[in-house]
């Protein structure tokens, strides 16, 4: 079962603009990472952040994490055509013990970005 | 450095055949999972192993699905007497060690199609 819900479904934005996209999930974590898939590349990881941490940043990337909220978004800014691609969050689960790394996605928002 | 390699990259079934998917993680990764992705949807866990032992089978949708890895390197992901609903890209995944928060690295998948 998905552990969570991505939104929006899908997002189509011009070259040079922002794209937002976020996530809710469902149980503890320890950790959430955002992950890009396309055809040419399949399934790539992105960012992680941890649940102690609020916000993360690499590149155009920026993640925040509301804990209390269940809640995460991914900023991409300065969006590039090469941009395109479904982009997946995935959790970890806190389930008390020792954790291995097993993810749970969810339904993934397919972005475009147009020339 | 070479990444997660899966074989075969196409596999089309017809129903009540058995299908075997191979997985050849990245050299020296301990963890080693795999996923099941429907059209349209994100992965689902199905197996995770560390090294050879397979500690968590919970996400095998039925007795039809086994896996293993006997010598802790590649992985045979079997699915015996398909069925339509097992059509979905089947996903390796590698990661270094068996931690929590450890980048796992994804091969291309495997789409198996059942008529």
């Known amino acids: 079962s998905q552990q969570g819900e991505e939104d929006p479904q899908a997002l189509s934005i011009q070259e040079g603009e922002n794209a937002t996209m976020n996530c809710s999930y469902k149980?503890?974590?320890?950790?959430l990472q955002w992950y890009r898939q396309n055809s040419g590349r399949g399934l790539v990881h992105l960012i992680l952040?941890?649940?102690?941490?609020r916000e993360k940043h690499s590149g155009r990337l920026r993640v925040t994490l509301d804990t209390s909220k269940k809640s995460s978004s991914l900023l991409i800014t300065a969006s590039r055509a090469a941009d395109t691609a479904s982009y997946f969050c995935?959790?970890?689960?806190?389930?008390?013990?020792?954790?291995?790394?097993?993810?749970?996605f969810g339904q993934g928002t397919i972005l475009t970005v147009h020339p | 450095g070479a990444g997660v390699s899966q074989s075969p990259r196409y596999k089309v079934a017809k129903r009540g055949q058995d299908v075997a998917l191979r997985c050849d993680p990245i050299?020296?990764?301990?963890?080693l999972f795999w996923y099941q992705q429907a059209l349209g949807q994100g992965p689902e866990f199905l197996t995770y192993?560390?090294?050879?032992?397979?500690?968590?089978k919970s996400g095998l949708p039925s007795d039809r699905f086994f896996a293993e890895r006997p010598e802790g390197s590649v992985s045979t992901l079997k699915i015996q007497r398909t069925q339509q609903e097992d059509s979905a890209v089947y996903l390796c995944?590698?990661?270094?060690?068996?931690?929590?928060?450890?980048?796992?690295?994804f091969g291309p998948g495997t789409r198996l199609t059942v008529l």
């Open positions: 995944a590698s990661s270094l060690a068996w931690v929590a928060a450890d980048t796992q690295y």
């Open positions: 149980t503890s974590i320890n950790n």
């Open positions: 192993f560390q090294n050879e032992a397979q500690l968590d």
């Open positions: 050299s020296g990764h301990v963890s």
């Open positions: 995935a959790t970890e689960a806190n389930a008390g013990g020792t954790s291995y790394g097993k993810l749970t």
């Open positions: 952040i941890r649940s102690n941490e």
